[in-house]
């Protein structure tokens, strides 16, 4: 079965630095990865998905994704971090190509940014 | 162009008791996912409905229950709800069944059981 890891519950940064937000996967075939943010009593925001092609993706709000094959990663970042970056994070997978599918995600990890 | 509503935001029950949520999809959208998010957890798929059908279905009992309509919008049955039903019940929406379609949520609803 598809699945997601994320093994941070938690990441402190402080504001101007870069940031990371860890994602692994486990697929049979071809993944298809997402991001979403979550703020506080909302609902998940779209970030960016990889598919297939080039192995850095670019996304809304300056944020990008590296998918490693190798490593069967798909780690978020951003190379600044800012205060409203702070939220909770989900990376998640499709569980299969096409048809009807289903999203599964990670358990998600906090990002705080201070000032 | 509105996104993905769900009505409504909160809502209050008691054991035992029937609720139905409500959303509409984005528009030009026509499939339609339905989420649990307990505290603290990723969410987990419910079931999904496409041409008013349901096409897929998480491990949910069957007193989680929904329909589509033929404009696309969707409810969301729970019967004889339980502690443990309480959570933020989201709805997902996207456009046919491709496989690099993008899924978009909407902000929730927030269902407590007492």
């Known amino acids: 079965a598809q699945s997601v890891a994320q093994p941070e519950d938690q990441v402190n940064v402080a504001e101007g630095n870069p940031l990371t937000v860890k994602c692994t996967y486990s697929v049979s075939g071809n993944p298809y990865l997402f991001w979403y943010v979550q703020y506080p009593n909302r609902g998940l925001q779209f970030l960016l998905k990889?598919?297939?092609?080039?192995?850095l993706v670019k996304g809304s709000y300056g944020f990008e994704a590296e998918f490693n094959k190798s490593q069967t990663s798909f780690h978020l970042k951003k190379p600044s971090a800012l205060v409203s970056d702070s939220a909770l994070y989900f990376c998640a997978v499709r569980d299969k190509p096409a048809g009807f599918q289903k999203l599964v995600f990670g358990t998600g990890t906090r990002l705080l940014v201070s000032p | 162009d509105a996104g993905v509503t769900q009505s409504p935001t909160h809502l209050i029950k008691t054991r035992g008791q029937q609720v139905t949520l409500r959303c509409s999809p984005k528009s030009g959208h026509d499939t339609v996912s339905w989420y649990q998010q307990a505290l603290g957890q990723g969410p987990q798929f419910i079931f999904q409905y496409y041409e008013e059908e349901e096409r897929q279905r998480g491990n949910f009992p069957d007193r989680f229950s929904g329909h589509q309509f033929p404009n696309y919008s969707s409810e969301l049955n729970v019967n004889a709800l339980l502690l443990g039903d309480s959570a933020l019940y989201l709805c997902?929406?996207?456009?046919?069944?491709?496989?690099?379609?993008?899924?978009?949520f909407g902000p929730g609803t927030r269902l407590t059981v007492l």
């Open positions: 990889y598919i297939t092609g080039d192995n």
């Open positions: 997902a929406s996207r456009s046919g069944t491709s496989g690099t379609d993008t899924q978009y």
